[in-house]
């Protein structure tokens, strides 16, 4: 079974301090990896899609990774406006379930100004 | 302009009391998703569609079900709630397998 943990649960950050959240995954193989942004009470907005290991793409002030075994999401001098749940979803593969996203729990960032 | 569209975004629903969600989509996309989603928690899949193929996840309560009737359109239908079915009700749409999930603003059920 696919299997992805984010950590950690939570962090607070004070504006402009840099940090990175972590997404360890395990799957039969990977099609793709998602980052999302979901703010209180509404849906997961789309930030990034990796499909290799060695992959970057970046947005603003964020910045995601990807190696075989897990992708970081870096947050550079991160603002108050920064701060909400960040999603990680992994797409397998293989099976028959090849539609399948399987999400982590998140990390929740909080910046202080 | 919004693209997935999930109606109603608050519902309170009566122990026991069927509730019917309903989510549209303007993208024409042939994948369409329900997760629920509890406090602090992941998105935990219920069911997708690839156009009217149904997938029924393993761990999915039969309490749960599921309509496609076309394209735009699919509903979630909890046939007698429970407390522990209060959550965040998430509609998705994809494109391809290699595409990005489209998300609706949810809805969030109480049950009383």
């Given at each position: 079974?696919?299997?992805?943990?984010?950590s950690?649960?939570?962090?607070?950050?004070?504006?402009?301090?840099?940090?990175?959240l972590?997404?360890?995954y395990?799957?039969?193989?990977?099609?793709?990896l998602?980052?999302?942004r979901?703010?209180?009470?509404?849906?997961?907005?789309?930030?990034?899609?990796?499909?290799?290991?060695?992959?970057?793409?970046?947005?603003?002030?964020?910045k995601?990774t990807?190696?075989?075994?897990?992708s970081?999401?870096?947050?550079?001098?991160?603002?108050?406006?920064?701060?909400?749940?960040?999603?990680?979803?992994?797409?397998?593969?293989?099976?028959?379930?090849?539609?399948?996203?399987?999400?982590?729990a998140?990390?929740?960032?909080?910046?202080?100004? | 302009?919004?693209?997935?569209i999930?109606?109603?975004?608050?519902?309170?629903?009566?122990?026991?009391?069927?509730?019917?969600?309903?989510?549209?989509?303007t993208?024409?996309?042939?994948?369409?998703?329900?997760y629920?989603?509890?406090?602090?928690?992941?998105?935990?899949l219920?069911?997708h569609?690839?156009?009217?193929d149904?997938?029924?996840?393993?761990?999915?309560?039969?309490?749960?079900?599921?309509r496609?009737?076309n394209?735009?359109?699919?509903?979630?239908d909890?046939?007698?709630?429970?407390?522990?079915?209060?959550?965040?009700y998430?509609c998705?749409?994809?494109?391809?397998?290699?595409?990005?999930?489209?998300?609706g603003?949810?809805?969030?059920l109480?049950?009383?």
């Amino acid at each position: 079974e696919d299997q992805v943990t984010q950590s950690p649960e939570a962090l607070r950050l004070q504006e402009g301090e840099s940090s990175s959240l972590n997404c360890s995954y395990t799957v039969s193989g990977l099609r793709g990896l998602f980052w999302y942004r979901q703010d209180p009470g509404k849906g997961p907005e789309f930030l990034f899609t990796l499909y290799s290991a060695g992959e970057e793409k970046e947005k603003e002030r964020l910045k995601a990774t990807l190696t075989k075994k897990e992708s970081f999401l870096h947050i550079t001098a991160p603002k108050p406006e920064d701060s909400a749940t960040y999603l990680c979803a992994v797409q397998a593969s293989e099976g028959s379930n090849d539609y399948k996203l399987s999400f982590g729990a998140g990390t929740t960032v909080t910046v202080r100004a | 302009d919004a693209m997935v569209i999930q109606n109603p975004r608050y519902q309170v629903t009566q122990f026991g009391k069927p509730v019917t969600l309903s989510c549209s989509q303007t993208l024409n996309h042939n994948v369409m998703y329900w997760y629920q989603q509890k406090s602090s928690q992941a998105p935990k899949l219920l069911f997708h569609y690839y156009d009217k193929d149904f997938n029924n996840e393993a761990d999915t309560p039969d309490n749960f079900q599921s309509r496609r009737p076309n394209t735009s359109f699919c509903f979630l239908d909890i046939r007698s709630p429970g407390l522990g079915d209060a959550a965040m009700y998430l509609c998705a749409t994809r494109y391809l397998l290699n595409t990005e999930a489209f998300f609706g603003q949810g809805t969030r059920l109480t049950v009383v």
